[in-house]
């Protein structure tokens, strides 16, 4: 059965994830053994079977500004860095996510506790990791299991997605993280194949047939819920159709086919209907649903086609912002506003730096008129409504 309502999230109030790092020539470590009643005259009265606020919607009501905003950025931390006590304390950072190769469990761990131990105690981070396999495999050596790719594990069938993932998330919560930035479930243009290079040149999709990669998905989004670990679909509404990597690039990057009937829409509607609990967006532009417009950015993608026709309710998450070349030209402060204005909820910063910018955009824009303080609060519900259901709250 699926559990589409465990981690399919309504809102409670109304990095990079391209990159792949390279193999690690060592061999795969072991296995580790609302409303009130209606009386007779019609009105409403309050009721004692009323139900009862969650604890998501009583902590939005106690956050102050800042830490509202600050729930909505996500850091990317490296492999040996240390997160810098201020984007705890001074903006109130929502999560973390791991980049570049971490092989030892113990500074997974080490990280982890860091992050933690730096948030309010009723306010703890939301911890995420690029787990796909092969090639982009954040975690190694004794902190994780070695994983087959998507192409490898496409070509064996969704048994062995799910077995590939339920190590992953197994793995995952073994080192206190809660999201998986995966499965990738782009379909891959045949007629690109390993020329589509954020996808295909990496091994990072399940196939070239919708109907199969959709199969693929739904196996990887279940086997994560059944750890506990909630799934990231990426990178919506797909990047199987673009010739370069958005991290690296700003050219090469659009894509005149997907549209609103695309079948290859398909893959992203198993995972959601199978329970994925937040979906990433992509920085590729698609002038067949927003012209010049990344998808991040659009309110096409994001409202009509993600939230509208798809019926996503989780957490719509950006692709990188801090470091990725594809918005480099984008301001900063910008780069924050604009996915809320567009419906989306969270952005991820590859670059720690940006942290205080980007909390400070948010901050400035909920305080400059009361539907941008509204959009905002719908977010950190999303944001809250994640954390309670994965234990966190």
């Known amino acids: 059965m699926h559990r589409r309502h465990l981690l399919a999230l309504a809102p409670a109030a109304a990095v990079s994830a391209c990159t792949a790092s390279p193999e690690d020539p060592d061999p795969a470590p072991d296995a580790s053994d609302g409303g009130g009643a209606v009386d007779d005259g019609g009105q409403q009265s309050s009721s004692p079977s009323s139900k009862a606020p969650s604890a998501a919607e009583l902590l939005l009501e106690e956050l102050t500004p800042r830490e509202l905003a600050g729930q909505l950025v996500l850091v990317g931390i490296g492999a040996g860095e240390a997160i810098e006590p201020e984007l705890l304390s001074e903006h109130h950072a929502g999560g973390f996510f791991l980049l570049s190769v971490w092989d030892s469990a113990e500074a997974v761990e080490e990280a982890v506790a860091s992050a933690q131990e ?26 994780a299991r070695r994983t087959e790719s998507a192409e490898e594990l496409g070509a064996q069938g969704p048994q062995a997605v799910a ?163 594809a918005v480099a030209e984008v301001p900063v402060a910008e780069r924050a506003t604009r ?31 009361p539907e941008h303080e509204q959009r905002l609060r719908e977010s950190v519900g999303r944001m809250l409504a994640l954390k309670e259901r994965l234990g966190l709250l």
């Open 118 to 143: 730096g948030s309010r105690p009723d306010l703890p981070p939301l911890l995420a990791v690029d787990q796909e396999g092969g090639q982009v495999r954040m975690l190694r050596g004794d902190a």
């Open 163 to 325: 077995a590939a993932y339920t190590s992953i998330g197994e793995d995952l919560a073994a080192r206190g993280i809660d999201v998986a930035l995966s499965p990738v479930a782009d379909v891959v243009d045949p007629e690109l194949d390993d020329a589509n290079e954020p996808v295909g040149g990496l091994d990072r999709g399940f196939g070239t047939d919708p109907e199969h990669v959709g199969q693929c998905v739904e196996a990887a989004v279940e086997a994560l819920s059944d750890t506990g670990t909630a799934a990231t679909l990426k990178h919506f509404p797909g990047l199987g159709r673009v010739e370069q990597n958005t991290d690296h690039s700003a050219q090469g990057i659009i894509d005149d086919v997907t549209s609103a009937q695309d079948p290859f829409l398909a893959s992203f509607t198993a995972g959601i209907e199978a329970g994925a609990g937040l979906v990433m967006l992509s920085s590729a532009i698609y002038p067949q649903l927003e012209d010049g417009v990344p998808a991040m950015f659009s309110s096409v993608v994001v409202e009509e086609l993600l939230r509208g026709q798809l019926g996503f309710e989780g957490l719509v998450i950006t692709d990188d912002i801090g470091a990725a070349v």
């Open 339 to 369: 996915a809320l204005e567009a419906g989306g909820d969270a952005v991820l910063t590859a670059d720690p730096s940006l942290t205080g910018q980007l909390v400070d955009a948010l901050e400035d824009w909920a305080a400059g008129a």
